[in-house]
């Protein structure tokens, strides 16, 4: 087995990694530091809780300890897609430079380009970015690219959802043909395979496993779930969940509860903290500051539940979660795989639930062709769904009206008044469901669009979060439920 002391890693890094607590490299470690340290381009393909973020970071140091940053010239350059991933690539390298006199400043939405550009400057080593700010500072003309020597993208196919990638292409066109790429994506889209065969110089590619196949650690189940009528399905689904939680007891010591929509997130907070659980959301929309409070206090564990968006949680690296809720199945099945990460990492045990209601079935199956093994199915807490029959012998007044559909709900609707809250003592029906989410998850680090390409970038690509499994053509991704037929209907009609 490598060890981190064969790797040719300055003496006061390899310290740092003993501080750390590091016994060995892992092997995206082992695969991505050797030919990044000769100077070669790499290309990882690796997911977040690999250890993918020291195998570019200890490398960057080691190179770089050597010569002195010039004002307003960066020697180096980390790209993340979000504020959060950036924010950690930071303290990553704090650990890792603590014992290296190296500069860094970081380049994120919400924090005032007055302190940003001092930093940038005095001069710094490395950059640490969201493309769209970096591009900011570019055309303020208070950041020269031309001296940087490596340039790191990271988590590259995040950056294709998020509609990143003309920025990016612009950003390799503005630094040195001669830099060195270490370049990382979870998955290669054929978009992805373009980029790198256009920007990276013969790489050397290491492809660790997926997270799913390693982590043996995490137990995993599905609660089918059905409605008992389409009315009360969303307020049944919340019901479901603190079953499910409540089921866990005090193994539960603190969970992500992941949901597809930013609405939804609000919606499932809100009710959590209705019904006296200690919980709080976090997406794109909600502000700096208040996302920084809330992923500190989760770290830290004074928050027990961060109901979160895709987005916002994707390589968030929170070391000890016991488990993931799925209150909706991902759209897309590699999500998933992103999701249960969250918990069970370093060797730990974690457990990940997930609740799958009968239009996420396309979706869950195409989760498990991808982990290729079955999700053992767990009880409905609520017990089975009533029989079709039951729904109709209800109030006439509470029957849901499936003819005269009500007009699509405002596009800007606030999302918290557009969906109201059920009250704990009582399950009602929750009336119209959120406003359509067409804002872009992560908002402030907005692709600029300025780049090769750019009437595709974010418009096009793409808020996964925000696409549903079976949508009714024609009225926007939130349908209100109780226009949409049943499950069963719509397989007769
Ligand atoms: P990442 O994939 O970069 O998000 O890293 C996931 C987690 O693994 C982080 O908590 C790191 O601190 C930790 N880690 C990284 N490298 C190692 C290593 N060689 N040994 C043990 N833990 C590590």
């Not at 630094?175 to 395979?193: D, G, H, K, V, Y």
């Not at 502000?287 to 109901?307: K, N």
């Not at 045990?349 to 996420?360: L, N, S, W």
Request: aromatic share 6%.
């Amino acid at each position: 087995m490598t060890k981190f002391s064969d790797l040719n890693l300055n003496p006061k890094v390899l310290k740092a990694i003993q501080e750390a607590g590091y016994e060995n490299p892992t092997p995206i470690q082992a695969g991505a530091i050797p030919p990044a340290l000769e100077g070669r381009d790499v290309l990882g393909i690796a997911q977040t809780g690999t250890g993918k973020t020291a195998s570019f970071t200890l490398p960057l140091i080691t190179q770089l300890a050597r010569g002195r940053a010039r004002a307003r010239m960066p020697r180096s350059l980390v790209l993340c897609p979000t504020r959060e991933l950036a924010a950690q690539v930071a303290e990553n390298f704090d650990t890792y430079a603590k014992h290296v006199k190296l500069s860094k400043a970081l380049l994120i939405g919400g924090v005032s380009f007055k302190e940003q550009d001092i930093l940038i400057d005095k001069g710094v080593d490395v950059l640490i970015a969201t493309p769209g700010r970096l591009l900011d500072h570019f055309e303020r003309g208070k950041l020269i690219l031309n001296d940087v020597k490596v340039m790191v993208v990271d988590e590259a196919d995040r950056m294709l959802d998020m509609g990143f990638i003309p920025d990016i292409e612009r950003i390799f066109g503005l630094t040195p043909f001669t830099r060195q790429t270490l370049f990382f994506s979870a998955t290669m889209a054929p978009e992805i395979e373009r980029i790198t065969n256009t920007f990276l110089s013969n790489p050397e590619r290491i492809e660790v496993a997926r997270q799913a196949t390693a982590s043996e650690t995490i137990e995993q189940g599905v609660v089918m779930f059905k409605g008992s009528r389409r009315d009360r399905e969303a307020s049944e689904k919340r019901k479901v969940l603190r079953l499910m939680i409540d089921a866990e007891g005090e193994k539960c010591t603190n969970a992500i509860i992941f949901c597809n929509r930013k609405t939804d997130v609000d919606i499932v907070a809100k009710s959590l903290k209705k019904y006296g659980y200690d919980a709080a959301p976090i997406h794109g929309d909600l502000d700096q500051s208040q996302r920084t409070r809330t992923l500190d206090g989760f770290r830290a564990g004074e928050l027990r539940f961060l109901v979160a968006s895709d987005v916002a949680a994707r390589g968030l690296d929170v070391p000890s979660v016991s488990h993931v809720f799925n209150f909706d199945v991902p759209s897309h099945a590699e999500d998933y795989v992103h999701r249960i990460g969250r918990t069970g990492r370093a060797g730990r045990d974690g457990k990940a639930m997930m609740i799958c209601a009968p239009r996420d079935e396309k979706n869950f199956d195409a989760i498990e062709k991808l982990i290729q093994r079955e999700i053992p199915r767990l009880d409905n807490p609520l017990g089975t769904p009533a029989p079709a029959a039951e729904a109709t012998e209800e109030p006439k007044a509470e029957k849901p009206k499936r003819t005269r559909a009500p007009r699509k709900p405002k596009a800007d609707a606030p999302e918290a008044e557009a969906a109201p809250v059920e009250a704990p003592q009582s399950e009602a029906p929750t009336p119209v469901e959120a406003a359509p989410e067409q804002a872009q998850e992560a908002k402030p680090e907005k692709s600029t669009g300025r780049g090769r390409g750019s009437t595709g970038g974010r418009g096009r690509s793409s808020n996964r979060e925000d696409r549903g499994g079976n949508k009714v053509v024609g009225l926007g991704d939130h349908t209100p439920s109780f226009i949409e037929l049943s499950f069963e209907e719509r397989r007769a009609s």
